[in-house]
C-alpha cells in the first residue's frame, strides 16, 4: 500500500499578491546575549528584510510568512531517535556551537534556539513549492547545509535542504529530479549524506578545501566537486562557477534548483577563509539565476552561511540586482519566462563569460 504524504499546512497557497519571498521575524535568535558568542549574525535575516524595504522593494504584507515546521513535517526526513535528541539541552549547545546554552532548561532552548530554526526550515519548504509554481523563491533563512536525517552539526539543527526537496518528490507531480548547487564556503555535508545513493539527486559543491566539515565519506556524494584554495578571489572564482554551474545543468536538467547562497565566501570572514568582494557575491548569484532563468528550470535560493555583519546588506543588495536585471520579479514569478527582460538575458547569456572579470 502507498504510504499517502502526511497533511501539512508548509503547502498551503499564499495569498496571490505576496513575492515569492519568504521569511518570518521569528527567524532571529535573541537571547540575553547568547547569540552573541557564535560568530554568526543571529538577526541577519530581519536586516536583509529591513533593507530590502528600505528600497521600497517589499513591504510586510507583500512577502511570504514563513510557518514553523512540525514534528509530523521534520520526520519526513528526521528520525525520531534525532528529534528526541534535540531534547537535550547539551546536544544542542554542541550543534550550535554556543556552549552555555548547555546548562539552559530545554523549554528556553526550544522556544529561542530551535523554534527560529524550525521556523526557517518550514520556510525553506514553502519556498520549495513556491519556486515550482512561481519559478523562483527566495527563503531569506535556511540552508542548514550540515544536518542530516540523524546528525546536525555547524549551527544546522534540521536538514531544510532535504526536506525541501523530499517535500516536492512527495507531493508535487512532475518534480522527480534535483539539482543542489551549494555555494557557502563550507562542504555541504548533511545533504550529501542524506542523498548518498539517490540518483534523483544531482550535487554541486564548490568550497574552501581546508576547512570545516572534511567529510570525506559525504564528498562520494558530489557529482561535481569544485575546492577552492585559501583566499580565492573573484576572478578565478567566478569562472570556476560560471564552468560549473553551466556544466552541471547541462549534464542533468533538473526539475528545481536548490541554491545553497552562503556569504560566508566573503573576504575578511573569520570562518570561511577565501577573499571575495561584495560586488563578487552579487555576480555569483546572478550567474545562477542567469543559467536557472535562461532554461527554465525553478530555482529555490537559501541564505546560509554569512558570519560578518556587513552580509545582510550583500544579501539584499543582490536580490536587488536580480530584480533589476530582470531575473526576479511578480510578473515573471506568475507567468513562467515569458518576460522581455528575461528572453534578452538568455541571449545575452552566451557572451556572460567575458563579462566575469568585474571591471
Not at 220 to 231: D, F, H, M, S
Not at 318 to 333: F, M, P, R, T, V
Request: with cysteine.
Amino acid at each position: 500500500m502507498p504510504k499517502w504524504p502526511h497533511r501539512t499546512e508548509l503547502y498551503e497557497d499564499p495569498p496571490s499578491p505576496c513575492w515569492p519571498i519568504v521569511y518570518s521575524p521569528d527567524y532571529n535568535i535573541t537571547f540575553m546575549g547568547l547569540e552573541k558568542l557564535h560568530p554568526f549574525d543571529a538577526g541577519k535575516w530581519g536586516k536583509v528584510i529591513n533593507f530590502l524595504k528600505e528600497e521600497k522593494l517589499i513591504a510586510d504584507d507583500l512577502i511570504v510568512q514563513a510557518r514553523e515546521a512540525t514534528d509530523e513535517d521534520l520526520l519526513v526526513v528526521h528520525t525520531r531517535r534525532y528529534l528526541n535528541k534535540l531534547k537535550w539541552s547539551f546536544v544542542v549547545a554542541t550543534i550550535t556551537e554556543i556552549p552555555p546554552v548547555a546548562f539552559l532548561p530545554n523549554f528556553v532552548v526550544q522556544r529561542k534556539v530551535l523554534k527560529p530554526l524550525r521556523t526557517q526550515t518550514g520556510g525553506t519548504i514553502m519556498a520549495g513549492k513556491l519556486a515550482v509554481d512561481r519559478g523562483w523563491a527566495i527563503n531569506v533563512g535556511g540552508g542548514f547545509h550540515h544536518c542530516s536525517s540523524d546528525k546536525g552539526g555547524g549551527f544546522c539543527a534540521y536538514a531544510d535542504i532535504t526536506l525541501a526537496i523530499k517535500f516536492l518528490f512527495e507531493r508535487v507531480q512532475g518534480v522527480s529530479k534535483a539539482t543542489i548547487i551549494d555555494l557557502d564556503a563550507h562542504q555541504g555535508n548533511g545533504h550529501e549524506r542524506d542523498f548518498m545513493d539517490d540518483h534523483r539527486v544531482y550535487i554541486m559543491d564548490a568550497y574552501n578545501r581546508y576547512i570545516y566539515p572534511g567529510d570525506g565519506f559525504a564528498k562520494r556524494a558530489i557529482k561535481r566537486k569544485v575546492e577552492l584554495e585559501w583566499g580565492t578571489e573573484d576572478t578565478e572564482y567566478l569562472q570556476k562557477v560560471h564552468t560549473h554551474v553551466e556544466g552541471a545543468l547541462n549534464e542533468l536538467k533538473p526539475d528545481i534548483i536548490v541554491y545553497n547562497a552562503g556569504t560566508d565566501i566573503l573576504d575578511g570572514d573569520p570562518l570561511g577563509g577565501l577573499a571575495i568582494s561584495p560586488q563578487g557575491i552579487v555576480k555569483r548569484d546572478e550567474v545562477v539565476f542567469k543559467a536557472a532563468r535562461s532554461r527554465r528550470i525553478p530555482i529555490l535560493m537559501v541564505t546560509s552561511g554569512g558570519y560578518q555583519k556587513r552580509t545582510a546588506r550583500i544579501i539584499a543588495d543582490s536580490i536587488l540586482n536580480l530584480h533589476n536585471l530582470g531575473l526576479i520579479d511578480k510578473e515573471l514569478a506568475t507567468s513562467g519566462a515569458e518576460n522581455p527582460k528575461v528572453e534578452q538575458m538568455i541571449r545575452d547569456s552566451a557572451k556572460d563569460l567575458t563579462n566575469l572579470s568585474l571591471q
